[in-house]
């Protein structure tokens, strides 16, 4: 399954009411949105239609994160008419606010960016919330470069997988086969997590290194990766999409999630 089919129907199984991008393009991956979305890059560049309400943010990610109310596009106003008009949740405002349902991490192909993104979306993230990395699983040494040198390539941002693993257990990662270079959805984020952050420059200075980079085997094997449609299938999406509407909270709707999740993860 090609990437954008997968993320086509992962917006339809996360039931999403709102959508983030970071790397937009061209947009081809935007144009898949009908919901209020926010979309971010510094030098897009669209020729795909779009249908929905999205804002269009020509800045870097940390610039966007870095400014004021970064969500504010996506939030529901007190009156529940206008929500309706406008396509918000219609009481979000008084049931803890808006989070970000769905997000899809493409930005720069390096590491320290791609784990940046996700600092930055994470603090803006409920636990149910969805986030896809894009190019998780280069095929090669080559394409897994830093500096670029192959038509297809994806940087060295697969490295976000086993940094995820160290150092956010708490967190379920799954690598999925999609076509051409592999996708990572996240789930179980925490807002009020500061792990990533406050370890970031040790990170950095452990994972970013000179190429030619050592990509393991079970990345450009894809030994760990889930076929899409098994993941698009399970059974787990209804209980997370039920858990947000409800605003579960985390440590309750999380742990009852997770042993449907390891029956896909194994």
């Known amino acids: 399954m090609l990437r954008h089919e997968f993320l086509r129907q992962l917006h339809k199984v996360t039931a999403t009411r709102n959508y983030l991008e970071i ?12 919901v209020p979305s926010i979309a971010i890059d510094p030098a897009f560049k669209v020729t795909a239609p779009l249908r929905a309400d999205i804002q269009l943010a020509r800045a870097t990610s940390d610039a966007f994160f870095a400014g004021k109310d970064p969500l504010g596009h996506l939030k529901s106003a007190r009156n529940p008419v206008s929500n309706l008009r406008r396509g918000r949740p219609l009481f979000a405002h008084y049931r803890g606010g808006t989070t970000l349902d769905l997000a899809f991490i493409d930005g720069m192909h390096l590491f320290e960016y791609a784990l940046r993104d996700f600092i930055n979306v994470e603090r803006f993230a409920d636990w149910s919330s969805v986030i896809v990395f894009d190019d998780m699983l280069p095929r090669s040494v080559d394409e897994a470069a830093r500096d670029r040198h192959t038509k297809m390539w994806t940087g060295d941002v697969y490295k976000v997988v086993p940094v995820l693993q160290k150092y956010r257990p708490d967190l379920t990662v799954i690598q999925v086969d999609t076509e051409p270079t592999g996708v990572a959805v996240v789930i179980g984020t925490d807002a009020t997590s500061t792990a990533l952050s406050d370890a970031y420059e040790e990170i950095v200075g452990e994972w970013v290194v000179p190429d ?25 999406w209804r209980r997370l999409v039920r858990a947000r509407n409800r605003r579960v ?5 999380y742990s009852e999630l997770r042993r449907q999740l390891a029956a896909v993860t194994g």
């Open 212 to 236: 030619p980079q050592t990509v393991p085997e079970w990345i450009t094997g894809r030994l760990h990766a889930v076929k899409p449609e098994e993941l698009l299938g399970a059974a787990f």
């Open 23 to 34: 790397g937009v393009n061209d947009g081809r991956s935007l144009t898949l949105s009908r």
């Open 249 to 253: 909270p985390r440590s309750r709707g």
